[in-house]
């Protein structure tokens, strides 16, 4: 604690676990992935000090600004909110001054004291502790108790050698932390949907990588920049992400050249599906990820859906499957990727739009039409030539870091 002429400074952040409450004889492995991945978001800060406990994580600040820490903080995911702290001694009194601190440099008019007393012998319960220190405060300033709604809620955990006392709280990330799950391989495109899905996949534990299908010179440079873009938002969540653009041009012609249009959608989700897979495997990934919603376009009826998706044995989540436009669309402007999403620049399923898409494709109709042309050793050829970009929460487009992934 540092105390200047009555003035606290925060020295500490307390952060609070969430669902990983709930994860019983793998708690520690979780807890040990949040704390790997709470360093690695707030690796710039090389002040900070870190310590766990089975249901509590403490960064201590060491002077590094709590509203700076806290941003980068916020997008970690398996935090269920965190508060900025002031560590004292377990001692009633450098308690009852510290939060009386607190009360006066408040411009609050009523406040209510909460303690939790896990230090079980420490010679005041809870309740005691809480008059304790709401008498301290009210002999000494104009504030008012109130219980109910309170403008100033101070809070106090008080543990065996250190007590913490805090105000407020922040809104975690909630979810897993990114990694426990394993890793997934995003489909992702230019629009709204696919950008939402990787983030509720990160949400779940599973880390990702991306797969984009450019069709230059149908699709233009603006369109792969969109999408790395799209990238660099979704990099804080989990570090960085790593995105796989697959020249899809001479597939995707060849498709138009000896199917039926209104297969056309079909055939091609079908082509993505298996070089995703390819890629995947040769990724460590575990499963394949897209951002189809049931109903919203041809290719995302169930009948539709089955004819795509049994040319893959892999699992295949769909997180917005169930969510409406405007759900998709609430999520993607929280991850501030919707600006982004509407920019204008068409991607290889937009550019060849058939007129008339088949809702109700049949697998054995898909597989005729496929066997009009030598589909496998075009996919060989777009795996062969995809290029590997690394994206960081920092990253420039145009300045990535870029290597073949072969």
């Not at 994580?57 to 002077?63: C, F, N, P, T």
């Not at 403008?151 to 006392?165: G, N, P, S």
């Amino acid at each position: 604690m540092t105390i200047e002429q009555n003035k606290l400074q925060y020295d500490h952040i307390l952060v609070r676990f969430g669902e990983l409450s709930t994860k019983g004889k793998n708690k520690k492995d979780f807890i040990k992935r949040l704390l790997t991945n709470v360093k690695n978001a707030l690796r710039d800060y090389d002040k900070l000090t870190y310590e766990r406990t089975h249901d509590r994580m403490y960064i201590m600040l060491h002077g590094e600004d709590p509203h700076e820490v806290s941003e980068h903080l916020q997008k970690v995911f398996g935090i269920s909110s965190f508060s900025f702290a002031i560590k004292v001694a377990t001692d009633i009194e450098e308690m009852k001054k510290t939060a009386l601190i607190i009360a006066q440099q408040s411009d609050a008019e009523t406040f209510k004291i909460i303690a939790r007393r896990s230090f079980k012998r420490f010679p005041m319960i809870s309740d005691e502790i809480n008059r304790e220190l709401a008498g301290e405060i009210l002999r000494n300033t104009s504030l008012r108790v109130n219980v109910k709604e309170p403008q100033l809620r101070i809070q106090v955990e008080v543990h065996e050698f250190d007590t913490y006392i805090m105000t407020g709280k922040i809104a975690g990330a909630g979810g897993y932390p990114v990694g426990v799950g394993g890793k997934g391989m995003v489909m992702l495109s230019g629009g709204i949907d696919s950008p939402v899905a990787s983030y509720l996949t990160m949400k779940r534990g599973v880390a990702i990588e991306c797969i984009h299908y450019a069709s230059p010179p149908y699709t233009s440079k603006a369109a792969q920049e969109k999408v790395l873009q799209l990238a660099t938002k979704l990099a804080p969540y989990q570090g960085h992400i790593r995105v796989h653009i697959v020249p899809f041009t001479d597939l995707q012609l060849a498709i138009y050249q000896n199917c039926d249009e209104s297969y056309a959608i079909t055939i091609m989700r079908r082509m993505m599906y298996r070089i995703a897979q390819r890629l995947a495997e040769k990724q460590n990934c575990l499963a394949i990820v897209n951002g189809e919603s049931i109903g919203q376009v041809a290719s995302q009826t169930l009948e539709s859906m089955q004819t795509i998706n049994c040319v893959t044995n892999m699992p295949v989540i769909r997180p917005v499957a169930c969510l409406d436009k405007l759900e998709i669309i609430d999520i993607a402007k929280k991850i501030d990727t919707y600006d982004i999403s509407i920019q204008p620049f068409e991607d290889c399923c937009t550019i060849f739009t058939p007129k008339n898409p088949v809702t109700k494709p049949t697998i054995h109709k898909a597989e005729h039409l496929e066997s009009r042309f030598d589909w496998d050793k075009l996919i060989d050829e777009c795996i062969e030539k995809t290029e590997s970009i690394n994206l960081y929460p920092t990253s420039k487009i145009g300045e990535e870091d870029n290597e073949n992934i072969f």
